[in-house]
């Protein structure tokens, strides 16, 4: 017979009962019902002991005293407690009254009023008068820690300890939004940075001959001719991260700031090859170190530039990483900086020609709405040496113009009165001249005029005005190059000389004395005078030398000065020279308007009646019969 598989049941534990254990968790339950039970207890006993209390005023206590109502009493520091012999109706048998000093309690019993002492618990005054203090310090503390690691590009209390990071701006790939179409005017510049483009597009294609790649170019150029821009573009069209910053942002109060920041931005740029590093304004960084500076050797600036120096020698030509600088003082950069291996091109970006002004005007009319009538060409051809950013002045300028006229378009003469007004100034309406002034003026200004029209190869007369305009100016007579120069020769600069003193040379002839409005035309006349004699060598007495006291940059600008190299004999010499150009210019401008003197009144007439005469206006008053047989 089959025998059946039943559970066996559990065996009692050995020296136990046999009866199961209870759970674990039935255990926890348990505890918990009897602490709350506990805590019930508790609770009810001090609210019981609390409610059968009775507090009362120290006068009751001494009444209860004398009515012998009170069994026991328990005196404490401030209080005392009493036991009443029988409970109160309200079920209260303990009263609690705060005490008093018993000469003033025994003064007060006499008049038989209410009188109780109250203490003042002091000590959470006495806690927060530490406390805030420190609270406060901290807070400030804190505000101010957050505020320097703000400033020093970190978040947070991280920030204090990043103020050795780069602060670099990112451009990641094509977010720069610049093209080498949006950059116009500078072909030859750009002709050059394509190839830095095709090397950050295609590494391997010029390696494969075995050349390498520049390491670094570095863009030249005066203010405003697209540096910045063109460094930009570059970055647009190769597609690659783009660090941007300026050569003043590496030096800090601290020392060893902008070696670090230096070592942090090559680091950066290394991690995210190919990628181009751009800094702007690099003379503030490079400026030439000096043979024995203060601090020996150990200034900051000096510290950044080796740092600089190092990282650029350091480049791996695998890295794919190229570096830009801008700069429009390269003669004060150190020399090490534009060795080769370091700096190996220098791209020249010059003031913008005709053609390439025309080109700039095309990129920056496409923002406004242009009259279809307007000829480019003529606004170009009044802008001469006018930058990039001097043409996107003027476009603004003629469309604000247009605006607050409410024009539909922005024609011609809008553009005419923004080379006006930049050239020039504003117009000075509200500044009222007597009669006298106006005729002074308005000779003046007419002797430039007819002087200038007169001579050859001087430049065309577009406009003469005795509006004043800017600061000082109380008339203006507005001269347009028909064409772009880039040499003068001396009898073109003596030519431009007597244009220029034909201003004074009027007053005097008209009225026999000198004004003070000829002072910027004696300014800039002898200005060309001494450069003539000092710069040009245009003297014969004193030969082809140069004798400037101040080198000239590579961009024509005023350089550093440097020591007188000639004698006192030599310096008498130039000062009687310049003094003879000039005089010898004066004397030009009044022969010519002495034979021209009716075309002087006449002009200086209508130019009264009218304020403004115009190229056209001009070009009839010469050729009237009259004038011209007076003249």
Request: aromatic share 6%; proline share 5%; net charge negative.
């Amino acid at each position: 017979m089959a025998s059946e598989d039943r559970p066996t049941p559990p065996s009692p534990a050995p020296g136990g009962t046999g009866k199961p254990k209870l759970d674990p968790k039935a255990q926890i339950h348990l505890g918990y019902w009897l602490l709350a039970i506990t805590l019930l207890f508790l609770v009810q006993s001090l609210w019981t002991s609390y409610s059968n209390v009775q507090t009362v005023p120290y006068s009751e206590f001494q009444t209860y005293l004398k009515d012998g109502r009170i069994k026991e009493v328990v005196i404490g520091e401030q209080t005392i407690t009493g036991t009443l012999k029988t409970p109160e109706a309200n079920g209260k048998s303990v009263i609690v009254a705060v005490r008093v000093e018993p000469q003033l309690a025994s003064e007060l019993q006499r008049y038989g009023v209410t009188y109780s002492q109250q203490y003042t618990n002091t000590w959470l005054s006495d806690i927060l008068s530490w406390v805030l203090p420190a609270l406060v310090f901290v807070g400030v503390w804190f505000f101010l820690v957050r505020k320097f690691a703000d400033k020093a590009g970190g978040m947070g209390m991280g920030g204090f300890m990043s103020i050795g990071k780069s602060r670099a701006k990112v451009y990641m790939e094509a977010r720069t939004g610049v093209t080498f179409a949006d950059v116009a005017g500078v072909d030859e510049a750009k002709a050059e940075l394509e190839e830095v483009v095709d090397f950050l597009k295609n590494p391997q294609e010029h390696s494969r001959l075995g050349a390498r790649p520049p390491k670094g170019v570095l863009l030249v150029g005066p203010p405003g001719v697209g540096k910045t821009l063109l460094a930009r573009a570059v970055a647009g069209e190769a597609g690659v991260p783009f660090f941007s910053i300026s050569g003043s942002e590496f030096v800090e109060m601290f020392v060893g700031v902008g070696a670090a920041r230096v070592r942090d931005l090559f680091e950066q740029a290394r991690e995210k090859a190919p990628a181009i590093i751009f800094i702007d304004e690099l003379d503030a960084l490079g400026r030439a170190r000096a043979a024995a500076p203060f601090g020996g050797g150990l200034d900051e600036k000096e510290q950044t530039l080796n740092q600089l120096l190092v990282e650029l020698d350091g480049f791996d030509s695998s890295s794919s990483i190229v570096i830009l600088a801008a700069t429009n003082r390269p003669e004060i950069l150190d020399p090490a900086l534009l060795r080769a291996g370091r700096f190996d091109r220098q791209v020249l970006v010059e003031r913008p020609d005709k053609i390439g002004r025309i080109q700039i005007l095309k990129v920056h009319v496409r923002k406004i709405h242009l009259d279809p009538a307007v000829d480019l060409e003529e606004v170009a051809a009044l802008t001469p040496g006018f930058s990039g950013a001097d043409l996107a002045n003027l476009v603004n300028e003629a469309a604000l113009l247009a605006t607050r006229e409410n024009a539909q378009t922005v024609t011609l003469s809008y553009f005419t009165r923004a080379v006006e007004r930049i050239v020039a100034g504003l117009e000075k309406k509200n500044r009222l001249l007597n009669p006298k002034e106006r005729e002074i003026v308005a000779h003046h200004e007419m002797g430039h005029t007819i002087v200038a029209m007169s001579l050859p190869g001087t430049d065309a007369v577009h406009k003469v005005s005795i509006i004043p305009r800017g600061i000082g100016s109380l008339g203006y007579t507005i001269q347009r190059p028909t064409e772009d120069r880039y040499l003068m020769t001396r009898e073109e600069l003596q030519n431009k000389m007597a244009v220029l003193m034909g201003g004074r040379a009027a007053e005097h002839l008209v009225y026999g004395h000198w004004s003070t409005g000829a002072a910027d035309d004696l300014a800039k006349v002898t200005d060309i005078a001494r450069s003539m004699v000092m710069r040009y060598g245009m003297v014969e007495k004193l030969g082809g030398v140069s004798l400037e006291e101040t080198q000239q940059s590579v961009l024509g600008t005023p350089g550093l000065p440097h020591e007188r190299d000639y004698s006192e004999q030599t310096a008498r010499e130039i000062d009687c020279a310049v003094r003879d150009l000039v005089n010898e210019a004066f004397n030009r401008a009044q022969d010519i308007l002495q034979q021209k003197r009716a075309i002087l009144e006449e002009g200086a007439r209508q130019l009264l009646e009218k304020e403004t005469l115009s190229e056209d206006e001009l070009k009839a008053l010469l050729a009237s019969p009259q004038t011209a047989a007076a003249g």
